[in-house]
C-alpha cells in the first residue's frame, strides 16, 4: 500500500483539508525524513488539491542563484571618489587630533548664545573638500529580488512583483484560492541551524550529509558547514558577507513575511473566513523561525499548526509490511497456510510492528530481512539501522514523560525533527536508533517489544483454546460440574444465574489443569498435552516475559492440531 493511502496519512490530510475550508492558514510542520523521502510532497499536493481553487507557488528553479552566491554577485556600493589634493601651503596634520573631519554632517552641534561675538573654535573646512560615506544602498523587495517567494507568487498571480499580497485580497476576486509552499525549497536563510551551511536542502539534500565540498569564484573553498577558506580576491568584505545585497538572513523570512502581510491585508479588507485567501505551508522546523509556530498558534493571522505527531499507528505499519509478509495462495490451489504459519506470521509482523513504530522504511526493511527467529533479531535490526538514514543516540534527550501530548513539546522538537522520538500510540517512543547502539538496553528494549507482541497475537488464540477445551471437557468429567467449580474455581462465576455448566465453562486454564490433575476431570492426552501448554504460555506472558522459538513452536503446532480436531 503507498504511503499516501495508510488510514493515519488520509487522517490528517483530512483535518488540513477541514482547517483550509474553513477560512483558516494552515502550517504543517514534517520531520526531516517526510521530505527526504518524498512523503511530504506528496501529502502538500494532497492537501492543496483539496479546494475548488488553489496556486502552487513553484519552487525556485535551477537557475536561481543561492543566498550566498547571491551576496557573492552583488553589484559592489561604489566607492567615493578621491578628495582633491591639499594645496601646497597646506601643512600636515601630524596629530590625529587636529586634523579637519571628514563629514560636515558629524560635526558636534553647539547651542551658543549669539552674542555678537565671533568664535572660531578650528572647525573649519574650507579649501578642503569632505569626504562624504557611500549612499546608503535601499534594501531590496519582491521587485529587486525575482527569485523571491513573493515575486513567484505574483507570476501565478499574474500580478505586479510587489502587489501579490493585494491581488488575493483585492475586491471582486471570484475565488480566493488557497496558496500553496512548500517551505524546504525556499533560498532565503542564513546558515542551517542543523548543516551549518547553505540552506537549499531537500529531498536527498547535499547539506544533511553535510559531505558536499568544492570551490567559489574567489578563490576560496567550501566546506559543508559553509566555512570559506583560501585567498581573497580583494572583493569587498561586505559583499562577501552578504551586507547590502538584498538577501534575507533568517531563515524562512520570506514565509514569515507572507504569513503576517496576508493577515495585516485579509484585516484591513475585512474578509469574513468564508471568502479569505488562505496559506498552506508544509514545513520543517529548520525552515522556519524558531519562534514563528508559537506565534501562529497563538493566533497570528488566524493559522492552524498541524504537526506530523502521532499521525500514524499500529495499522499504518501494519499496512506497509503486509506485502512483504504476504506469501499469497499456494500453486494449485492447495492449503499450506495452516493456523500454525499463520500464528507464526502474525507474530513477526507484530514484533516488526512494535519495534519500528511509525518508521515505515524500517519496518519493511526489517520485514524482509528476518525470518522470524528470536536470536536473529537483534543482528538483523542493527543491519537494518546502518543501511537506512536514522538519528543518532545524542539526538534524543531523556524522556521524562510517558504520555505524549498534541505536540512534541520544545525540549523535544529538535529531537522529534530528526526522527529520534515519536509519538506512538499515545506514548513517548524513542527511535531504535537511540537504545539499540546500547547492549545492555537493547536486550532489555528487544525483549519488551517481543513480549507486547507476542501478547497481543497469542492471547486470542489461547482464550479461543480454552473455550473449546472446557466445552470438550463437559464430557469427560469424573464429578458434577457445581462440585469441580466449587472446588477448583478462584473467583466467583461472571453469571451466577447461568447453572453450574455455565460457571465450568469459565474456569480458566489454570483451573481446569488443576481439575485434571486432581482426577474430577480426565482429559484425552491431546488436550491434556494442549492444556498444559496453554497455562505455561499464559504464565509466561502474564509476567511479561518472552515465549522462546522453541515454545513458541510448539504451542503453534498444538492450536493447528486442536484446529483440525475440532
Same mark, same amino acid.
Given at each position: ?23 483558516r ?6 520531520t ?10 506528496e501529502?502538500?499536493?494532497?492537501a492543496l ?5 488553489h ?7 535551477p ?18 571618489a ?29 547651542d ?16 578642503r ?7 546608503r ?7 529587486h ?16 512583483p ?19 509552499? /512548500?517551505?524546504? =525549497? !525556499?533560498?532565503? *536563510? &542564513?546558515?542551517d541551524?542543523? $548543516? #551549518?551551511?547553505? +540552506?537549499? %536542502?531537500?529531498?536527498? @539534500?547535499e547539506?544533511?550529509t553535510?559531505? /558536499?565540498?568544492? =570551490? !567559489?569564484?574567489? *578563490? &576560496?573553498?567550501?566546506?559543508? $558547514? #559553509?566555512?570559506? +577558506?583560501g %585567498?581573497?580576491?580583494? @572583493?569587498?568584505?561586505?559583499?562577501e ?9 533568517a ?7 507572507l ?5 495585516? @491585508? ?30 501562529l ?15 500514524l ?9 503486509a ?5 499469497g495462495?499456494?500453486p ?5 497456510d ?10 513477526r509482523?507484530?514484533?516488526?510492528v512494535?519495534i ?6 524500517l519496518?519493511r526493511?526489517l ?5 522470524g ?19 543518532a ?65 497469542l492471547?486470542?488464540?489461547i ?30 462465576a461472571?453469571?451466577?444465574?447461568g447453572?453450574p455448566?455455565?460457571a ?10 488443576r ?12 488436550d ?6 496453554l497455562?505455561r ?17 510448539d ?5 493447528a ?6
Amino acid at each position: 500500500m503507498p504511503p499516501g493511502e495508510l488510514p493515519g496519512v488520509r487522517a490528517r490530510v483530512r483535518a488540513v483539508a477541514a482547517d483550509l475550508a474553513a477560512g483558516r492558514n494552515c502550517l504543517w510542520l514534517v520531520t526531516d525524513a517526510l521530505v527526504d523521502s518524498g512523503l511530504a510532497e506528496e501529502l502538500y499536493g494532497e492537501a492543496l488539491r483539496s479546494g475548488p481553487a488553489h496556486v502552487d507557488v513553484p519552487a525556485p528553479g535551477p537557475e536561481a542563484p543561492s543566498p550566498r552566491a547571491r551576496a557573492a554577485d552583488a553589484e559592489p556600493v561604489p566607492r567615493p571618489a578621491d578628495p582633491a589634493p591639499r594645496p601646497a601651503d597646506d601643512p600636515p596634520w601630524d596629530d590625529p587630533d587636529d586634523r579637519p573631519w571628514d563629514d560636515t554632517d558629524d560635526l558636534p552641534f553647539l547651542d551658543l548664545p549669539d552674542d555678537g561675538f565671533d568664535l572660531d573654535l578650528g572647525w573649519s573646512v574650507q579649501d578642503r573638500p569632505p569626504r562624504l560615506p557611500a549612499p546608503r544602498r535601499a534594501s531590496d523587495g519582491p521587485r529587486h529580488d525575482p527569485y523571491g517567494l513573493l515575486a513567484r507568487l505574483a507570476k501565478e498571480l499574474s500580478a505586479e512583483p510587489d502587489g501579490a499580497v493585494a491581488a488575493l485580497v483585492a475586491p471582486g476576486r471570484d475565488r480566493r484560492p488557497v496558496v500553496g509552499v /512548500r517551505a524546504w =525549497t !525556499e533560498r532565503d *536563510g &542564513g546558515p542551517d541551524p542543523d $548543516t #551549518g551551511g547553505d +540552506t537549499r %536542502t531537500g529531498a536527498g @539534500a547535499e547539506a544533511r550529509t553535510g559531505a /558536499r565540498t568544492g =570551490t !567559489e569564484a574567489g *578563490g &576560496g573553498a567550501r566546506t559543508g $558547514t #559553509g566555512a570559506r +577558506t583560501g %585567498t581573497d580576491t580583494g @572583493a569587498d568584505p561586505r559583499a562577501e558577507a552578504g551586507a547590502g545585497a538584498g538577501v534575507t538572513h533568517a531563515r524562512g523570512a520570506a514565509v514569515e513575511r507572507l504569513f503576517r502581510s496576508l493577515a495585516a @491585508a485579509v484585516k484591513e479588507a475585512g474578509l469574513p473566513p468564508g471568502e479569505r485567501p488562505r496559506l498552506l505551508v508544509v514545513a520543517r522546523l529548520r525552515d522556519l523561525p524558531e519562534t514563528l509556530p508559537d506565534e501562529l498558534r497563538h493566533g497570528l493571522g488566524d493559522t492552524a499548526v498541524h504537526w506530523w505527531w502521532g499521525a500514524l499507528g499500529r495499522h499504518d505499519t501494519a499496512a506497509a509490511i503486509a506485502p512483504v509478509l504476504d506469501r499469497g495462495p499456494a500453486p494449485g490451489g492447495r492449503d499450506r497456510d495452516p493456523p500454525g504459519e499463520r500464528i507464526r506470521r502474525a507474530v513477526r509482523a507484530e514484533t516488526v510492528v512494535e519495534i519500528c513504530g511509525p518508521d515505515l522504511e524500517l519496518a519493511r526493511h526489517l520485514a524482509a530481512e528476518w525470518d522470524g527467529t528470536q536470536h536473529t533479531l537483534g543482528a538483523v535490526l542493527g543491519r537494518s539501522l546502518a543501511t537506512l538514514p536514522g538519528p543518532a543516540p545524542a539526538d534524543c534527550p531523556p524522556l521524562r514523560r510517558i504520555g505524549a501530548l498534541a505536540r512534541p513539546g520544545a525540549e523535544l522538537r529538535r529531537a522529534w525533527a530528526r526522527g529520534a522520538v515519536v509519538s506512538w500510540e499515545g506514548l513517548l517512543r524513542p527511535h531504535p536508533a537511540v537504545w539499540h547502539p546500547a547492549a545492555a538496553d537493547a536486550r532489555a528494549r528487544l525483549a519488551t517489544h517481543l513480549s507486547q507482541a507476542q501478547q497481543r497475537v497469542l492471547s486470542p488464540w489461547i482464550e479461543e483454546a480454552r473455550q473449546r477445551l472446557a466445552v470438550r471437557a463437559l464430557g469427560h468429567l469424573n464429578r458434577p460440574a457445581a462440585a469441580v467449580v466449587a472446588d477448583h474455581a478462584d473467583r466467583p462465576a461472571a453469571h451466577p444465574g447461568g447453572g453450574p455448566e455455565r460457571a465450568f465453562l469459565e474456569l480458566q486454564v489454570g483451573e481446569l489443569l488443576r481439575a485434571h490433575i486432581s482426577g474430577a476431570l480426565a482429559l484425552p492426552p491431546d488436550d491434556a498435552r494442549l492444556l498444559r501448554l496453554l497455562v505455561r504460555a499464559r504464565n509466561v506472558l502474564a509476567h511479561r516475559s518472552v515465549l522462546d522459538d522453541r515454545t513458541l513452536d510448539d504451542l503453534c503446532a498444538e492450536l493447528a492440531g486442536a484446529d483440525l480436531r475440532a
